[in-house]
């Protein structure tokens, strides 16, 4: 089974010091681990420094991966190539690091991939023309598509209407249960967290500040600390934890 842990990791943009000493406990495929933090924290950060994107101090420590990259990442801004269509644009990121011809068993999984995700009615559209919700589950088919070990999600639902994030939040899980990836996914929504989640890194002025079980690190003390809000955290009629905001602090 992959594992990951962070060891004292930093990264800089030029002389800017961004992040600084993250460590974390080791967490294993199978997992969905919340990256929380308010804007500018360094959540995007974190991702690029351990896709390797950046460089920095500290180690990213994987171990039992089965294949040489075993790293999956969807970026924030999921830039699109206009010229595609999004079928080829799911096969071209499928291609990414592997051979170059295209065997069967790419299109079988490009199309397993856009089936799993609701959007193989989009395959023969053109990139451009989608709408930004749209453009955000091809994103992430383009990551899934490489069925990586490991997959980091920036913010991977904020142009998703209700639905679609949670049917993104349930896949995710999917994922991680049934195929035994690890999966890590910066979200902005903590009721999300609390329900789709096993484990949450909180970020705040690029430290880690809280890292743990998700229902123990979301507190009303955190609330307060990290996003300056008054709020409490109840069970609903299911016994299910909810975030009830009563102001800003
Ligand atoms: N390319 C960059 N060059 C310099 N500073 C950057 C760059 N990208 C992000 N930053 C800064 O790094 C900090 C963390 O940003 P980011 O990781 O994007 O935060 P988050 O994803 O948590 O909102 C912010 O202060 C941001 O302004
Ligand atoms: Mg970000």
Redesign the pocket.
């Known amino acids: 089974m992959v594992t990951l842990r962070l060891g004292n990791v930093s990264a800089r943009?030029?002389r800017?010091a961004?992040?600084s000493g993250i460590s974390t406990p080791v967490f294993h495929g199978g997992e969905v681990v919340a990256?929380l933090?308010?804007?500018?924290?360094?959540?995007?950060?974190?991702?690029?420094r351990m896709f390797g994107l950046l460089k920095g101090e500290g180690i990213v420590r994987i171990e039992g991966a089965r294949t040489e990259r075993p790293l999956g990442y969807m970026p924030?801004d999921n830039g699109s190539n206009a010229a595609l269509t999004v079928y080829e644009a799911v096969l071209l990121a499928r291609m990414q690091g592997r051979r170059l011809s295209v065997a069967p068993e790419d299109l079988a999984e490009v199309e397993r991939t856009l089936d799993f995700l609701d959007i193989s009615a989009l395959g023969s559209r053109d990139i451009g023309d989608l709408s930004g919700g749209q453009k955000q589950l091809v994103s992430a088919a383009q990551a899934i598509v490489q069925e990586p070990e490991i997959l980091l999600l920036?913010?991977p639902t904020s142009a998703l209407d209700l639905h679609r994030q949670i049917a993104l939040l349930s896949i995710l899980r999917r994922l991680a249960t049934e195929r035994g990836v690890l999966i890590m996914a910066?979200l902005h929504d903590l009721g999300h967290a609390l329900r789709f989640t096993d484990r949450a890194m909180v970020?705040r002025g690029?430290a880690l500040v809280a890292c743990g079980d998700t229902a123990e690190v979301v507190t009303p003390a955190l609330l307060r600390e990290v996003w300056g809000i008054d709020a409490r955290v109840e069970p609903c009629s299911k016994g299910h934890r909810q975030i009830i905001v009563d102001g800003v602090a």
């Open positions: 943009y030029g800017r961004i992040l990256l933090g308010p804007n500018a924290a360094g959540k995007s950060t974190l991702f690029r924030q920036d913010e910066a970020l690029g």
